[in-house]
């Protein structure tokens, strides 16, 4: 099993930055990719920023260019520092870890931490 707890959530500004940070504990020499997501109440939950156990990225299109995302495998943590914030980038932000065990994918996901941005 793996455990995973966001934070860094907060209320800002828009144009304002903010960083999250995802710290993992358990089992986590199975962990391979590492994502954020981000959820605005009845919508679909919809991937931010991945990274590969080695380091390879990828972003939305929304966020190309404003946000980052690290990660820290000694630390078993992923980060991701959102800069030029938007109010559409208002959401909960969950951090994802997945587990691949030959064609089995084992999901983990933390509790969310919720970011606002005000106009």
């Known amino acids: 099993q793996v455990q995973l707890v966001e934070s860094g959530g907060g209320l800002v500004q828009a144009g304002g930055s903010l960083g999250l940070t995802c710290a993992a504990s358990?089992?986590?020499?199975?962990?391979?990719?590492m994502t954020w997501y981000r959820q605005v109440p009845g919508n679909q939950r919809e991937s931010v920023a991945g990274i590969t156990s080695g380091g390879s990225t990828n972003y939305a299109d929304s966020v190309k260019g404003r946000f980052t995302i690290s990660r820290d495998n000694a630390k078993n943590t992923m980060y991701l520092q959102m800069n030029s914030l938007k109010p559409e980038d208002t959401a909960v932000y969950y951090c994802n870890a997945v587990h691949r065990a030959g064609t089995t994918l084992y999901n983990y996901w933390g509790q969310g931490t919720q970011v606002t941005v005000s106009s």
């Open positions: 358990g089992r986590v020499d199975v962990i391979n990719d």
